[in-house]
């Protein structure tokens, strides 16, 4: 059967979209870059070791001791060998250790030459919920305003890590941190510098006052601000669909659906984003009954990764200008009524490998055959849903596979 590349929605993951640019596969733009491996796993509840503390330029001098900041107003991870390090503090001494240096500098020299009001860090909202990460919950502990202007950009422990090391090494933060205080409730939401500030806390404690630069905004237009700040950025295949979402919808995440596929899908890459958001945020017009990822890591142990899945709707929907809302939502229920059915089918076989049998060539290809048996018998295929999973996992190790050479086999095992 001929490939029609105007109605595969971007087949190849590998390849760019008919239209709409590009979307990455498993790698790593799902979320920022894993740092080094001297990472933190262990959980520790208190903010602060006896040798680190809320310092400020003018707190009062103490004596320097192996356990206590010096009367520099530094902070440093020096302690007694046989006195155990918090997660927190285990944290603080990776990104030391990175950033080349014996200790932090006070709070005043990393924020001198900003201006804009003072505020505690824990009167921000930072945090979405609460983090997996066990460093992360700890801080999160002591800055207990919720985030609601950034939908699904969960804060990353390595990020963390990552931008406070560079911080610490430069000596100064060069950049401002940016918040709203939305009009609706008064309270006060991070539309920039979320890591910066969970770093700064973690380091400095949630009681510490820092200068931010504040603006009254409803929680629409903070949103909106947001999307703008995380443009310049690489997003998780969630962040994307959102950031895609709340720009046609002017940041209302209440808008109705017809308002949302109107202004969303209007190319075959946007068209995609309105997948992801329905299914994944609100359920519509299905479910997917397995655990997906958000990251190509899968450590949540999810059953593939939203990139993938986001490329089987990309190959296994039909979208163009004159396609209607009610003819597309019915095409994605079915969608996901088959790969559900598909999953369920593989998870029965002892010779499933979820990496494999789930990447992100193997979902285009699956996708594939799933369209074009529609397009040939005018049904859904779910009836072969079985039939199609044992056909995949008689495969063995196709994850590297190319998606068109596992649709020639998958194609030619389903038409026996």
């Known amino acids: 059967m001929a490939k029609n590349d105007d109605d595969m929605m971007g087949l190849n993951p590998t390849e760019e979209d008919a239209i709409g640019g590009s979307e990455p596969t498993e790698g790593p733009t799902e979320g920022p870059t894993e740092g080094p491996t001297e990472e933190v796993d262990s959980i520790g509840d208190s903010f602060f070791g006896a040798d680190r503390g809320k310092e400020a330029p003018e707190a009062p001098e103490a004596p320097e001791t192996p356990e206590t900041p010096s009367s520099t107003g530094t902070t440093s991870v020096r302690r007694e060998a046989s006195k155990p390090l918090s997660d927190i503090d285990k944290a603080f001494r990776v990104m030391l250790r990175r950033a080349g240096i014996e200790s932090a500098p006070p709070i005043g020299t990393l924020m001198r030459g900003k201006g804009g009001e003072m505020m505690a860090i824990k009167d921000i909202g930072i945090f979405i919920k609460e983090p997996e990460d066990s460093a992360l919950r700890g801080v999160s502990k002591g800055c207990p305003i919720p985030n609601t202007v950034n939908l699904s950009a969960h804060l990353v422990k390595n990020q963390v890590l990552k931008v406070g090391s560079q911080i610490l090494s430069a000596g100064k933060m060069y950049q401002p941190i940016h918040v709203a205080r939305i009009t609706e409730d008064e309270s006060v939401q991070c539309t920039s510098g979320r890591h910066r500030l969970a770093f700064l806390a973690l380091i400095y404690g949630p009681d510490v006052e820092i200068p931010v630069y504040v603006e009254e905004m409803s929680l629409n237009e903070a949103r909106d601000a947001v999307v703008v700040a995380n443009q310049a950025r690489s997003a998780k295949a969630m962040e994307r669909a959102d950031h895609t979402i709340l720009q046609a919808v002017g940041g209302n995440l209440d808008a109705e659906q017809g308002e949302i596929y109107k202004n969303t899908a209007i190319t075959k890459a946007r068209a995609k984003k309105y997948c992801v958001f ?112 044992s056909n995949i996992v008689e495969m063995g190790e196709i994850g590297r596979e190319r998606s068109d050479a596992i649709y020639r086999a998958l194609a030619k095992a389903m038409s026996k």
Do not use: C
């Open 278 to 389: 329905s299914v994944l945020n609100r359920g519509y017009p299905a479910k997917l009954d397995f655990k997906v990822s958000l990251t190509s890591s899968r450590k949540d142990g999810g059953m593939t990764t939203l990139t993938n899945v986001e490329n089987f709707w990309g190959a296994a929907l039909h979208w163009d200008k004159d396609v209607q809302q009610k003819e597309f939502d019915a095409a994605l229920k079915s969608s996901v009524e088959f790969v559900n059915a598909v999953v369920s089918a593989m998870r029965t076989s002892s010779s499933f490998n979820a990496p494999h049998h789930l990447s992100s060539m193997a979902l285009a290809a699956i996708g594939k055959w799933y369209k074009e048996y529609a397009s040939v018998t005018g049904e859904d295929g779910l009836s072969r849903a079985e039939e199609l999973a």
